[in-house]
């Protein structure tokens, strides 16, 4: 079945700077690559998705790019903001309908 | 409109005992999935669900989970005789399977956090 490694675990970066987190995955059928942002107790909310038919895809301060030769997919942050502290999922949709997800990052924005 | 809803947001259960945990999707969503997220980890894959059929229930951990959706659209997510390793947060998300860009989106609800003891 479908494997899915995320990296780093934990991230902490200054308000501003920038963020990328990195997933590889391991089912070359994999066709559809969400991102979700978990805050403390709360639901895991979808932030940005990309189709394995599109290399980049951007809204407004976060981005994903894929790359299917290398099966990896990164989320982009740019002008982090304490509000953008959470626990970022990355998944990848297989042959089957359900989402294998990462294990998860933890970004911490300081002032 | 109203995202998905589940019920009930805490369950404490005594070990041995049986618990059910209901979720109702977005109106309209075909397909519903149930996940088990432990503390710390992202969320694992139960079973899966396209309108009344159980399509996927390669991840059950045991037949003590049992999973069903008899109308097509609220589901339930039952546990027999729950054990320690039980304890996570069960989490529904549904899916609209028609065409066009919202396909595969999951929209998670926020879980139920069962406690066994």
């Known amino acids: 079945g479908e494997n899915v490694e995320q990296h780093p675990s934990t991230l902490s970066v200054q308000e501003g700077d920038s963020a990328v987190i990195k997933c590889t995955y391991s089912?070359?059928?994999?066709?559809?690559f969400p991102w979700y942002k978990q805050e403390l107790g709360k639901r895991p909310q979808l932030i940005i998705d990309i189709r394995s038919n599109v290399g980049e895809k951007k809204d407004q301060r976060i981005a994903v790019t894929l790359n299917k030769t290398a099966k990896h997919f990164s989320l982009h942050i740019t002008e982090t903001q304490p509000e953008d502290s959470a626990v970022y999922f990355c998944?990848?949709?297989?042959?089957?309908?359900?989402?294998?997800f990462g294990t998860g990052t933890r970004l911490q924005v300081t002032l | 409109g109203a995202g998905v809803s589940q019920s009930p947001r805490y369950k404490v259960a005594k070990r041995g005992q049986d618990v059910a945990l209901r979720c109702d999707p977005i109106?309209?969503?075909?397909?519903l999935f149930w996940y088990q997220q432990a503390l710390g980890q992202g969320p694992e894959f139960l079973t899966y669900?396209?309108?009344?059929?159980?399509?996927?229930k390669s991840g059950l951990p045991s037949d003590r989970f049992f999973a069903e959706r008899p109308e097509g659209s609220v589901s339930t997510l039952k546990i027999q005789r729950t054990q320690q390793e039980d304890s996570a947060v069960y989490l529904c998300a549904s899916s609209f399977s028609g065409r066009g860009r919202k396909l595969y989106e999951q929209y998670f609800g926020p879980g139920t956090r069962l406690t066994v003891t």
């Open positions: 998944a990848a949709r297989g042959t089957a309908s359900k989402l294998t």
């Open positions: 109106s309209g969503h075909v397909s």
């Open positions: 089912d070359s059928a994999s066709n559809y």
């Open positions: 669900f396209q309108n009344e059929a159980q399509l996927d």
